[in-house]
């Protein structure tokens, strides 16, 4: 029997969704050997499946570069259209996979908190993030000013070096922020893996994404939600 | 020198202007030669005129005040527009009306992201003509303008807008959580729709079928046993399948998913697929109560192409290489 994603592409994240993402495929079927063995090959035709960066499966999806993908809500919510028409990957959100599981916080130094004086003292606090939008809309709604600074690499350098009071970061176990005497503060939103459509695919291979969804609703050991 | 020119707008240099103006003289030929006039209208217009229109998702993104303090928007569509002109200029005409045009609108858009802020429409409306045969009608005129154009493996996605809101009444879905699930399902954020489904307290049998319903699509085969209260729309979309004449109905797949980012529609909608691109090419719709608001009651349907989008599915087509065909050829 061939597996259920039989003429569909599917766009895998490397990183930390990747060994969920594999034994996911793995359980529908799919031979996953080279795969999980050759970490520099990005194409691997012969099971429909392209390796990426988890931010990039939603670029590649929109443009139907990829039928489906994998990626963690943080990304979504970070790159998709929070309302239609307003912008962002026009993609379509088909399943909650369980996996990734972590979550979305607002962290600052331990002991009084220094976010809290710059909003009293200064109106404003300043926030690292790699997630812009996210944080932008969260102080937003929670009817905060802030000056939101965008890097790229390590958030939890930023307030240890003064240039912010705070950041807003995914946080899995709590260990990196922990270590660096970073408690936290608020939780923003919970994030797990997501499978998501192009649009158009979702029509022309309607019945192959449909017996697709079947079949991962149905695999009790990938911990779909 | 770099003078710069707004994101999302472009210039068109002759060797594509004259490959867009075979695809437009194309479907000039096809509109005329079935009665539809082509016509202009300004591209600037009252904002107080234009609001008498449910745009929702697609408003008009950019205003200007004029020398008397007026408020001008750019347009964002040209459906709203022959609206205005039908009750004001063809106020005491027989219908049904034809008219077609091509047209470029405005839409607002996300920074750098692609997203053409200025879009070329090509399009047709039909005023005064009811579902079914109206919609028909608008199908058909679809398919052969594509057809004259020749794009091959293109498909149409049809819906009905009413469909799910009248599901959602019928099943009595607190009125607070009406507008969040549509908000889901116009993303097809199908994880959305079913947490927010999950906290709206609503029955098993319920939720089932709000998750469900939209997402059945295919063949003649998802309109049979509909549930109750969206029998309307289902037995609707078969009268309307029903008249089609054999190559446009084969070109069809029902979606009961389908919904539109503009707020107008009423009936009957549709979407243009091709393999050769990522996202739709065009669509249109019923709008039987849009007319209403300009003063002169009457049903209609319309479609408009991207003619920018057209071009690229085209193309894509020709070479064999589009969004999902490449891998359709390899599978």
Redesign the interface.
Known sequence: MSPPTDGLTIAVPRGALFAGTVDLLAGLGLDTDELRSNDRKLLFEDIGVITMRPSDVPTYVEAGAADLGVTGKDVLLEQAAQRSGKGGREVYELLDLGYGRCTMVLASEAGPDPALEALRRLGVMRVATKYPRIAGQYLEETGRQAEIVEVKGSVELAPLTGMVEAIIDLTATGTTLRENNLIVREEIVVCTARLIANPVAHKLKAAQIDDLLEHLRGLPAAGVA | MIHPIPSGTRDVLPEETREVRAITDTLRAVFERHGYGELYTPALEYESVLARADM???QPAYRVFDESGAVLVLRSDMTVPIARVVATRYGSSEPPLRFCYFAHCYRG??PQ?G?PRELLQAGIELIGSAAPQGTAEALTMLCDSLDATGLKDY?I?MGDASLFPALMASLEVPEAARGDLM?AL???????L?HTLAEAGLSDEATELLLNVP?R??GPEVLTDAPEPAVEAVTGMRLVHELLEPDVAARV?F?LGLVR?IGYYTGAVFEV???A????IGGGGRYDDLLGHFGRKLPAVGFALGVDRLHVALAGEERGT???LE??A??
């Not at chain 2, 116009?186 to 959305?192: E, L, M, P, T």
């Open positions: 929702a998702e697609a858009v996300p992201r997203q498909r996605g908000q116009v993303r097809r954020d199908f994880v959305g079913e997402q699509r295919g797949i979606d980012d697929y091709d393999p691109l990522g996202g739709p589009g969004a999902l891998r359709e390899s599978a």
